[in-house]
């Protein structure tokens, strides 16, 4: 008995899939403090606890304020300044990622900041209960006046605190309903591409090496190819008229072993290796960024040379900046420069600068410099 096509013809399949996205809301808070000296008279003897409450702002539909303790709050020590974000709608429970940094007021490159707060901090906030939920959200050591009074982030007496805050609001849930198609019976995850951390094995394993370099007894296998692609210097050198021979060695001059070490790691992965970094001090790194600035301009890896450039620019104080701002000169370094002129240029530092050893070599080594130093002081102090 032939069956009919109605009973031959296959079932339809359904398929139910949903999706969730949270709906966000994002806003941006500057409390700006002008009189920082007085703050610090003026809490002087006083409660530790008291604060100076910024202006509220609105972001998700709460209001919320930034809390500023000149000598801490009472969990922290004395000699750091705190700052928290506070949630002043009633009876609300928010959720939120947030983080709260001091701007650098000598660059317009938003990246030089101190981020005092975990990036993406996450925080439930809430005035509804408050054994279970916390109506502020900060860090209590926030900064340590003696290392702010002689950074970037103190200008004029005048001090720019950033929030940075995102409101998670209720999930968004969708459901859909439809038909099976052929493709849905094999399900494929694209996982992401690993060049970097690829070429970083590479580079650990040695295999396939073609070439050596020696620098300061120490000896590094590398792969020419990868370095001409990363390098036009080492293009010219590997692959031009001059090139060296595959397989010989290569001595590098007047260049440190751990300098060159990081330098080969950011050309095969475009990132540090932590562990160059791990056992340094604060002073070792800020030596280790002006070398590989160095470095980096020799063999013309401006990635590098722009990362060495904004490290440098967060870590400028009286005692470096002209040393520094003669190695920006040298290097061709423009933004850093332009940093540095304005750090000496600021009417409560230039007499301190001045002083400085590394002022005196300045003024013999790059007077021109002086020049736009004493313009912009001049500038500085007609506005004041």
């Given at each position: 008995?032939?069956?009919?096509?109605?009973?031959?013809?296959?079932?339809?399949?359904?398929?139910?899939?949903s999706s969730c996205k949270p709906e966000t809301a994002r806003g941006t808070h500057v409390f700006t403090i002008h009189g920082y000296s007085?703050?610090?008279?003026?809490?002087?003897?006083?409660?530790?606890?008291?604060?100076?409450?910024?202006?509220?702002?609105?972001?998700?539909?709460?209001?919320?304020?930034?809390?500023?303790?000149?000598?801490?709050?009472?969990?922290?020590?004395?000699?750091?300044?705190?700052?928290?974000?506070?949630?002043?709608?009633?009876?609300?429970?928010?959720?939120?990622?947030?983080?709260?940094?001091?701007?650098?007021?000598?660059?317009?490159?938003?990246?030089?900041?101190?981020?005092?707060?975990?990036?993406?901090?996450?925080?439930?906030?809430?005035?509804?209960?408050?054994?279970?939920?916390?109506?502020?959200?900060?860090?209590?050591?926030?900064?340590?006046?003696?290392?702010?009074?002689?950074?970037?982030?103190?200008?004029?007496?005048?001090?720019?605190?950033?929030?940075?805050?995102?409101?998670?609001?209720?999930?968004?849930?969708?459901?859909?309903?439809?038909?099976?198609?052929?493709?849905?019976?094999?399900?494929?995850?694209?996982?992401?591409?690993?060049?970097?951390?690829?070429?970083?094995?590479?580079?650990?394993?040695?295999?396939?090496?073609?070439?050596?370099?020696?620098?300061?007894?120490?000896?590094?296998?590398?792969?020419?190819?990868?370095?001409?692609?990363?390098?036009?210097?080492?293009?010219?050198?590997?692959?031009?008229?001059?090139?060296?021979?595959?397989?010989?060695?290569?001595?590098?001059?007047?260049?440190?072993?751990?300098?060159?070490?990081?330098?080969?790691?950011?050309?095969?992965?475009?990132?540090?290796?932590?562990?160059?970094?791990?056992?340094?001090?604060?002073?070792?790194?800020?030596?280790?960024?002006?070398?590989?600035?160095?470095?980096?301009?020799?063999?013309?890896?401006?990635?590098?040379?722009?990362?060495?450039?904004?490290?440098?620019?967060?870590s400028l104080s009286v005692d470096n900046v002209a040393t520094i701002v003669a190695l920006a000169d040298q290097h061709n370094c423009g933004?850093?420069?332009?940093?540095?002129?304005?750090?000496?240029?600021?009417?409560?530092?230039?007499?301190?600068?001045?002083?400085?050893?590394?002022?005196?070599?300045?003024?013999?080594?790059?007077?021109?410099?002086?020049?736009?130093?004493?313009?912009?002081?001049?500038?500085?102090?007609?506005?004041?």
């Amino acid at each position: 008995m032939v069956a009919s096509a109605s009973r031959l013809r296959p079932s339809s399949t359904t398929r139910t899939a949903s999706s969730c996205k949270p709906e966000t809301a994002r806003g941006t808070h500057v409390f700006t403090i002008h009189g920082y000296s007085l703050q610090a008279v003026d809490g002087a003897g006083s409660n530790k606890a008291s604060f100076i409450r910024s202006a509220a702002f609105d972001v998700g539909g709460f209001d919320w304020c930034l809390r500023y303790y000149h000598n801490g709050n009472i969990e922290s020590d004395d000699d750091y300044i705190s700052v928290f974000l506070e949630l002043m709608t009633k009876d609300a429970e928010v959720r939120t990622i947030f983080d709260i940094r001091m701007l650098d007021q000598y660059t317009d490159d938003s990246s030089c900041v101190l981020v005092s707060t975990t990036n993406n901090t996450r925080r439930v906030f809430g005035t509804t209960n408050f054994k279970s939920k916390c109506l502020v959200w900060g860090s209590k050591n926030f900064i340590r006046r003696s290392e702010l009074e002689g950074s970037v982030y103190l200008r004029d007496d005048r001090l720019m605190i950033e929030c940075n805050l995102t409101v998670i609001k209720t999930p968004l849930v969708k459901t859909e309903e439809r038909a099976a198609m052929p493709g849905d019976i094999i399900h494929f995850q694209v996982p992401p591409t690993n060049l970097s951390r690829d070429l970083g094995k590479l580079l650990e394993d040695n295999v396939g090496a073609d070439l050596s370099f020696e620098v300061g007894g120490d000896v590094f296998p590398a792969h020419s190819v990868v370095l001409a692609a990363r390098s036009p210097v080492f293009m010219a050198e590997l692959y031009g008229p001059m090139r060296a021979k595959r397989g010989e060695r290569i001595a590098i001059q007047d260049m440190q072993p751990v300098v060159f070490k990081a330098l080969l790691h950011f050309m095969y992965t475009d990132s540090f290796s932590p562990a160059i970094n791990d056992d340094l001090s604060r002073d070792e790194r800020q030596e280790l960024a002006k070398h590989l600035l160095v470095a980096a301009d020799r063999y013309a890896v401006e990635g590098l040379k722009t990362i060495c450039e904004k490290a440098l620019c967060m870590s400028l104080s009286v005692d470096n900046v002209a040393t520094i701002v003669a190695l920006a000169d040298q290097h061709n370094c423009g933004r850093l420069k332009e940093a540095c002129v304005k750090f000496i240029a600021s009417s409560n530092r230039l007499d301190d600068v001045v002083e400085t050893e590394g002022y005196g070599r300045l003024k013999t080594s790059c007077p021109s410099i002086l020049l736009d130093v004493i313009e912009m002081a001049t500038k500085s102090r007609k506005i004041n």
